[in-house]
């Protein structure tokens, strides 16, 4: 069985930090080094919107404008999971955050990492409400 399981959302004020966990398992994800891992979110009545991306190795990492220098990406292949540490978050920040991930091909992950349809596992997504 696959799954991926995101875990830290919660309820923060505005300018406030919080930092969101997904955790990969089953026999699919072995090793967890041959997937690329992004982050998406969905505000009510929006569309899944990409937030970040990082390649296997997580040492080229992608971001929306949206949150360009306020969140960071970063995985641990040892533990299979990746994070993301959100800054500065706002109101805007609100929304339901999903874990998802594709096998990277070898290819230049930037030029796709950013669309839905190349991820091929979605976790059950977990709440952040940013209060204002």
């Known amino acids: 069985q696959v799954s991926l399981v995101e875990s830290g959302g919660g309820l923060v004020q505005a300018g406030g930090s919080l930092r969101l966990s997904c955790a990969a398992s089953?026999?699919?994800?072995?090793?967890?080094?041959?997937?690329?891992m992004g982050w998406f979110r969905q505000a009510p009545g929006s569309g899944r919107e990409f937030i970040a991306a990082?390649?296997?190795?997580?040492?080229?990492?992608m971001y929306s404008d949206s949150v360009k220098g306020r969140f960071t990406i970063s995985r641990d292949n040892a533990k299979n999971t990746v994070s993301l540490q959100m800054n500065s978050l706002n109101p805007e920040d609100t929304a339901v955050y999903y874990c998802?991930?594709?096998?990277?091909?070898?290819?230049?992950?930037?030029?796709?990492?950013?669309?839905?349809?190349?991820?091929?596992?979605w976790g059950q997504g977990t709440q952040v409400t940013v209060s204002s």
């Open positions: 990082i390649n296997w190795s997580g040492d080229s990492t």
């Open positions: 998802a991930a594709f096998r990277d091909a070898g290819g230049n992950f930037r030029a796709y990492a950013d669309r839905r349809g190349v991820y091929d596992y």
């Open positions: 089953g026999r699919t994800f072995s090793p967890f080094s041959s997937y690329v």
